[in-house]
């Protein structure tokens, strides 16, 4: 024991605790991390996508701030569906919109006292908390591959809110939580 009461490690406990951080072969640990690198390369550069949320157009149910991921593979196998909230591609891939598909391809879509309607019919929405009765937008229908997309926060001003028909291939994917 030292002056200072640290006390210093024996050779032997030195040496596996150097087994437990580098591994008993250097080569083996090193191929490990590698394989640990390229695989979360993978994943989080090409499959789930990290995306920092920044605004309250999505509140209550996200937060600006939150770290989400996108799942860039949801839509390989299937198609968007009314309610998936989903990251769309604006200038690259790095600027992106979070927002709630309420319209599908070939549908009417409008909105009448804050009320979404599709082909007619209001929408229930019970992720929209409150809801500004003065958002009116005429009705339009969608394209074959095109989905009408808003945020949850409808107690903003239909003015300070980013919304609307969004083609396919701008769907980057679906948020996983």
């Known amino acids: 024991m030292s002056v200072l ?3 210093r490690v024996p050779a032997r406990h030195r040496s596996e605790v ?24 993978v994943v989080f550069g090409w499959v789930l996508l990290p995306v920092r949320t920044y ?8 937060r600006a701030g939150e770290l989400v991921f996108v799942n860039a593979l949801a839509y390989r196998w299937g198609k968007p569906e ?3 909230i989903v990251a769309i591609e ?12 309420v319209g599908l ?30 958002w009116n937008v005429p009705d339009s229908r969608l394209g074959s591959a095109e989905y009408f997309v808003v ?3 409808r107690s903003m001003p239909q003015q300070q809110h980013e919304f609307g ?3 396919e291939p701008r769907l980057i994917g679906k948020l996983l939580f």
């Open 151 to 153: 945020g949850d926060n």
């Open 55 to 62: 605004g309250v157009s999505m509140e209550p149910t996200y």
């Open 105 to 134: 391809p070939g549908e009417h879509i409008a909105f009448r006292a804050g009320l979404v309607l599709v082909n007619g019919q209001p929408l229930q929405e019970e992720y929209v908390r409150y809801r500004v009765p003065d």
């Open 82 to 84: 009314r309610g998936d």
């Open 18 to 41: 150097l087994d437990l951080v580098v591994g008993r072969n250097l080569r083996w640990t090193l191929i490990r991390a590698t394989a640990i690198i390229v695989v979360s390369v």
């Open 90 to 101: 604006l200038a690259g891939p790095h600027v992106v919109f979070l927002k709630r598909i």
């Open 165 to 167: 028909k969004v083609t």
């Open 5 to 7: 009461g640290v006390q």
